[in-house]
Nanobody, 122 residues
């Protein structure tokens, strides 16, 4: 699976951005999708994740401000971010997990986008 992100940039506090992630390759094996972020000097953290085609699960940092969606016709994931704060500044990564069966067991593999920088400041 190949992931290509776009949509990051510089925005003022209170502003909005929409991130996009186009996926391609073995999309028939996609099991779960989502977005993570990593601020400078901090560990990568989950923003939102979802079973592919299921309901998204938001973390507290995203709840009420961010909206995750999928356009399966265009093979694209989106993260609409509103009311952005300086603490949302980070590199945002698109995430896809695939699953397949091997000898009766479920096997999983994760894929990551290249990351897109989001900077929130005056």
């Amino acid at each position: 699976v190949h992931l290509e992100e776009s949509g990051g940039g510089l925005v003022q506090p209170g502003g909005s951005l929409r991130l996009s992630c186009r996926y391609s390759g073995d999309i028939g094996s996609i099991y779960a999708v989502g977005w993570y972020r990593q601020a400078l000097g901090r560990e990568r953290e989950r923003v939102v994740s979802s079973p592919f085609g299921g309901s998204p699960q938001y973390t507290g940092l995203a709840q009420g401000r961010f909206t995750f969606s999928t356009n399966r016709a265009e093979n694209t994931l989106y993260l609409q971010m509103t009311r952005l704060k300086p603490e949302d500044t980070a590199v945002y990564y698109c995430w896809v997990e695939i699953m397949w069966m091997e000898l009766g067991d479920s096997e999983y593999e994760e894929y990551w986008g290249q990351g897109t920088q989001v900077t929130v400041r005056q």
